[in-house]
């Protein structure tokens, strides 16, 4: 099955710890991304990559890391220097298709959900 | 600020009828997409209309696009209580070259049996 998968479902941060949050997708696509969704909001864009060995931040980088070694893969670093880090956490992705990476269809993973102790 | 504002932040339906959700945007669009996330999951794309269109069909979903308003409506017809859940629309900006997509803060639609 094609899709894109986040792990794990639920995750637990202690302070000042750092912790990292898993996705992969199998769709080969060459763009992928992370939301942040705070209770009754919209999506906020943490950080994007379209290609490998790349990436940019979005609005909300500010306490987070990404690294994209890999096609597949784009794991996100939350940080201790994130003070605010409780939220649900989306991955997505989408093809690309020169100059509109960003601006066709992206599939989702199912989420991360992040609370602090 | 997002560039989506949705109306109304909640709706609620009974089953068989019409749901219609409304998204206002700031700025000149490349595109808008509506998105649909139930509770506690991943969003999932429902449709993409362009800016050079005014309207778009997928099964018993209706998209409309007014850019001189600023504006998309999304109608469900025959509503279903599987329906329930809440609506994004998102925009994809004409100006700045980066095709982000924003959000807005989302319709909740609860879909009474």
């Known amino acids: 099955d094609g899709g894109i998968t986040q792990s794990p479902k639920y995750l637990f941060r202690k302070e000042g710890q750092n912790v990292t949050l898993s996705c992969e997708q199998n769709l080969n696509h060459d763009a992928m991304y992370w939301y942040r969704q705070d209770p009754g909001q919209g999506l906020r864009l943490i950080y994007y990559?379209?290609?490998?060995?790349?990436?940019q931040k979005g609005d909300i980088a500010e306490g987070y890391s990404v690294s994209r070694e890999k096609k597949e893969s784009f794991p996100l670093t939350v940080t201790s220097a994130q003070k605010n880090p409780t939220a649900f956490y989306l991955c997505a992705s989408s093809s690309w298709t020169s100059g509109r990476a960003f601006g066709e269809t992206q599939y989702f993973g199912p989420g991360t959900r992040l609370l602090v102790l | 600020s997002q560039q989506g504002e949705e109306d109304p932040q909640a709706l609620s339906i009974q089953e068989g009828e019409n749901a219609t959700m409304n998204c206002s945007y700031k700025t000149s669009i490349n595109n808008l997409q509506w998105y649909r996330q139930n509770s506690g999951r991943g969003l999932v794309h429902l449709i993409l209309?362009?800016?050079?269109?005014r309207e778009k069909h997928s099964g018993r979903l209706r998209v409309t696009l007014d850019t001189s308003k600023k504006s998309s409506s999304l109608l469900i017809t025959a509503s279903r209580a599987a329906d329930t859940a809440s609506y994004f629309c998102a925009t994809v900006a004409r100006s700045g070259n980066t095709g982000k997509l924003i959000f807005g803060q989302g319709t909740t639609l609860q879909v009474k049996p």
């Open positions: 209309i362009r800016s050079n269109e």
């Open positions: 990559s379209q290609i490998v060995n790349d990436f």
